[in-house]
């Protein structure tokens, strides 16, 4: 039964990879070649300024890919596998809540979970630190940006399997309604403390000594010795457009990891008679 | 919770017991987590094949996409 829900958890995933990525191509590949232009850009006026005070200019990185193969393949292996990785969490999710989490049907279930990835492996951890194009993001901050994110993602997910059994207990004492608002209630005051006590990229030591006291790695004007800005900062509605974006990727990801999985978890799940006749779903509670 | 389900049985028809299937929910889970980590996080701030680059870069616009910090 669990090899079958996981296979179609990564089935459903890989479909909803291959959507993602298609959103993703006639979409965000437009901005995200914006914001590479925009980076090259300042790279050159950056440079020219260097020259200008006597500096030797930084040396580039060498290409192994190129643009096309970023934008037309990396994007769709990457958005595809990260598809089938989340369906099969999403499957053991499932599999875990079946009969666990009260009164719901096998489809209903899997939009709910669908919904809880959705939210908990991504949405609140851009909540905190949001999805940002190239250009944004300082390669000596790597490290930091690294642990920081997955600190949310795995906070995130963690409060909320701990609300979900927080709304089970409560369940009892409460009824469906008030637990399940007062588990939410939880959920956003624990991960709001967390993201409280977290800092701002912008406030990391490194970009704090070097860039000054913004609250994001945002590029800000590029201004020559006398203070004239000889290059803009990171165009705002690029910035806008590619989260935008990105936060619709990922909602029709998940949507679709849901949708694609629930009739077939259904079929799975409904059981079978002696004589293979499939008998219906079990009653609703009312 | 007992006394629940005796009065309201679960819909969902099936509950697996997780002791059973817990190696295929396991080893699933790890699976995809190292999937997730090579999609969004290796050579960047950790990486297990050194310096090397091509994961990276191959997966780059993903990376950025799917809302992984990015060099």
């Known amino acids: 039964m669990e090899k079958k829900l996981v296979l179609r958890g990564v089935l459903a995933g890989a479909v909803a990879g291959l959507l993602a990525f298609v959103f993703a191509r006639i979409f965000a590949e437009p901005y995200i070649g914006k914001a590479i232009d925009y980076e090259s850009g300042r790279d050159a006026a950056q440079a020219a300024l260097d020259k200008a005070a006597g500096l030797a200019p930084e040396a580039a990185g060498p290409d192994l890919f190129s643009r096309t193969v970023q934008a037309d393949i990396g994007i769709g292996v990457g958005l595809i596998v990260f ?12 599999t875990v809540c079946l ?18 990835g959705f939210v908990g492996m991504y949405l609140v951890p851009f909540l905190k630190y949001p999805a940002n194009p190239p250009a944004i993001g300082h390669e000596e901050t790597i490290r930091a940006r690294s642990g920081l994110y997955l600190i949310m993602v795995v906070c995130s997910v963690a409060f909320l399997a701990g609300a979900v059994w927080l709304g089970r207990r409560l369940q009892p004492r409460f009824g469906n309604w008030n637990a399940t608002l007062l588990a939410g209630a939880a ?24 860039y000054g006291n913004h609250a994001t790695e945002t590029p800000q004007p590029l201004t020559d010795g006398k203070g004239h800005i000889v290059y803009p900062g990171f165009p705002a509605d690029v910035l806008f457009a590619f989260r935008f974006y990105s936060v619709g990727a990922q909602l029709l990801l998940w949507s679709a990891i849901g949708l694609v999985f629930a009739p077939l978890a259904e079929r799975v799940l409904r059981p079978v008679t002696e004589d293979g006749a499939v008998r219906g779903a079990a009653p609703l509670p009312a | ?20 299937a817990g190696l295929w929910l396991v080893g699933t889970a790890v699976l995809a987590l190292i999937a997730y980590y090579f999609i969004g996080v290796d050579q960047g701030a950790v990486s297990v094949f050194g310096k090397d680059m091509h994961i990276h870069e191959f997966v780059h616009d993903a990376r950025h996409f799917l809302g992984f910090p990015c060099h």
Request: charged share 10%.
């Open chain 1, 83 to 94: 598809g089938m990785a989340m369906g099969a969490l999403f499957a053991v999710a499932y």
């Open chain 1, 99 to 116: 009969g666990r989490v009260g009164g719901l049907r096998a489809r209903s279930l899997a939009l709910l979970v669908a919904g809880g």
């Open chain 1, 187 to 210: 959920f956003v005051v624990a991960i709001g403390v967390v993201m409280l006590l977290l800092p701002s990229l912008g406030h990391l030591g490194y970009n704090k000594e070097h």
């Open chain 2, 1 to 20: 919770m007992s006394s629940i389900s005796t009065t309201r049985p679960a819909a969902t028809p099936v509950v697996l017991p997780v002791t059973k």
